[in-house]
């Protein structure tokens, strides 16, 4: 059998679907952020995680600021990272939460309702309808 493996739209799809999963990249993100800061820029590893944080948060109060272009760079690469990976994803799976229907059928639920369906049309010998074709406007 052929291996799975993900396309990066899908990769993104199955992490923004899972809040949790979104945190745990967060937290890391922080802690990875901060040793690396303190280690570039001779901090206390507190001093890091204060200066990841407050850079993710895009507070930026100014009171630690990296001194070298490699903390410069550093803060480029995590504030873009946060900006436009972290942020886009919890966003994306707050709204998801907000709009999922209820009351929608699980595929399951729907394999299920088809194979019951065809089970009755088949002891009751009626042939059932073809089904609606999918249209992309839909």
Not at 20 to 44: G, K, P
Request: glycine letters at 6%; zero cysteines.
């Amino acid at each position: 059998t052929r291996g799975y493996s993900m396309s990066m739209a899908q990769m993104i799809r199955y992490v923004a679907n899972r809040f949790w999963l979104i945190m745990l990249i967060y937290v890391a993100s922080l802690l990875i952020a901060a040793t690396l800061f303190a280690l570039i820029e001779a901090r206390a590893w507190l001093d890091g995680l204060w200066w990841a944080v407050i850079t993710a948060l895009t507070i930026g109060y100014g009171d630690i600021t990296p001194a070298t272009h490699a903390g410069r760079m550093l803060g480029i690469i995590f504030g873009h990272f946060w900006i436009f990976g972290i942020v886009p994803m919890i966003v994306a799976n707050i709204i998801t939460k907000l709009l999922y229907d209820e009351h929608q059928f699980s595929h399951h639920e729907q394999e299920w309702t088809k194979a019951s369906l065809k089970r009755i049309a088949a002891r009751l010998d009626v042939e059932l309808p073809t089904p609606p074709t999918h249209h992309p406007d839909d």
